[in-house]
T-cell receptor, first 107, second 114 residues
Framework: RKEVEQDPGPFNVPEGATVAFNCTYS??????FFWYRQDCRKEPKLLMS???SGNEDGRFTAQLNRASQYISLLIRDSKLSDSATYLC????????FGAGTTVTVRA | EAQVTQNPRYLITVTGKKLTVTCSQN?????MSWYRQDPGLGLRQIYY???????DKGDVPEGYKVSRKEKRNFPLILESPSPNQTSLYFC?????????????FGPGTRLTVT
């Protein structure tokens, strides 16, 4: 079983829609969690950290469910510029990256 | 501007011809690492370094070497490249090897070995 698993998508949504997707992780002892954004094979960039209580940054909301070992990312009011691949990253004793979920926002 | 730079950005080479990909950061970061990214597999760590002269293997170190003689530089060396090392490579740095520290990635090096 992979350490971090993501639905590859693509999630194809119209502008203004809400899109949400999950990431599951295998190590119950994992301590911290992140979402990174990657545009078209460019370098990944940190989107947000995921805290136990969940956190929100503008149109983006991240949630952590330790019991079921998954984290989620929700994007509200999608913009064309949100089109990207979103990488789930889990830290236990090392960083483990998911393969990414591709989101395409259409006009 | 705070950044991580990599060179070259694109490289096509032949099997067995030694090559070096350079990585440099100007943020005085302690921790640096190299990743490769292949379709469907996510980023996999090759080597990492927690400080000058301290390096350690990541998940996929076979066929690679690194060195950390200066804090800012962390070159990746392929002594005898093979076609299965064709990949997109990213160098990254962060303040420390720790739970909550943001990784800053370089722009990537697309390597093709024929």
């Amino acid at each position: 079983r992979k350490e971090v698993e993501q639905d590859p998508g693509p999630f194809n949504v119209p502008e203004g829609a809400t899109v949400a997707f999950n990431c599951t992780y295998s190590n119950s002892a994992s301590q911290s969690f992140f979402w990174y954004r990657q545009d078209c094979r460019k370098e990944p960039k940190l989107l947000m950290s995921v805290y136990s209580s969940g956190n929100e940054d503008g149109r983006f909301t991240a949630q952590l469910n330790r019991a079921s070992q998954y984290i989620s990312l929700l994007i509200r009011d999608s913009k064309l510029s949100d089109s990207a691949t979103y990488l789930c990253v889990v830290n236990d004793y090392k960083l483990s990256f998911g393969a990414g979920t591709t989101v395409t926002v259409r006009a | 501007e705070a950044q991580v730079t990599q060179n070259p950005r694109y490289l096509i080479t032949v099997t067995g011809k030694k090559l070096t990909v350079t990585c440099s950061q100007n943020m005085n970061h302690e921790y640096m690492s190299w990743y490769r990214q292949d379709p469907g597999l996510g980023l996999r760590q090759i080597y990492y370094s927690m400080n000058v002269e301290v390096t350690d293997k990541g998940d996929v170190p076979e066929g690679y070497k690194v060195s950390r003689k200066e804090k800012r530089n962390f070159p990746l060396i392929l002594e005898s490249p093979s076609p299965n090392q064709t990949s997109l490579y990213f160098c990254a740095s962060s303040l420390y090897k720790g739970q909550a520290y943001e990784q800053y990635f370089g722009p990537g090096t697309r390597l093709t070995v024929t």
